[in-house]
Nanobody, 126 residues
Framework: QVQLVESGGGLVQAGGFLRLSCAAS????????MGWFRQVPGKEREFVAA????????VYTDSVKGRFTISRDNAKNTVYLQMNSLKPEDTAVYYC???????????????????WGQGTQVTVSS
């Protein structure tokens, strides 16, 4: 029902910044909690950040607090992840995810999300 396409990944030096975008189509996501996850080869997919449908509630994993900001523009059906002060350990494929349970509190749990994008690579060099 919902297609998610991430973009904005790339190669940056440590201390640099990127803004990831997640464009949704097929359905309006304005009432859906949305999340960002990341995955390194050989490791489990890890929660990064999530945001409530209205944007008022955000949650982050501790390792990105103060550096990353999740936001959304529901008029554009798009979710963003602003990534500042990037570190080599941030290197991963970043995935956007949607929880179609409307107006729900965003969660950190991968299994709670039903729709996933294809991922975008973020590489941070030291």
């Amino acid at each position: 029902q919902v297609q998610l396409v991430e973009s904005g990944g790339g190669l940056v030096q440590a201390g640099g910044f990127l803004r990831l975008s997640c464009a949704a189509s097929g359905r309006t996501i304005s009432t859906y909690p949305m999340g960002w996850f990341r995955q390194v080869p050989g490791k489990e997919r890890e929660f990064v950040a999530a945001i409530s449908g209205g944007g008022a509630v955000t949650v982050y994993t501790d390792s990105v607090k103060g550096r990353f900001t999740i936001s959304r523009d529901n008029a554009k059906n798009t979710v963003y992840l602003q990534m500042n002060s990037l570190k080599p350990e941030d290197t991963a494929v970043y995935y956007c995810a949607a929880d179609a349970r409307v107006w729900r509190t965003p969660t950190r749990t991968l299994e709670e999300y039903q729709y996933w994008g294809q991922g975008t690579q973020v590489t941070v060099s030291s």
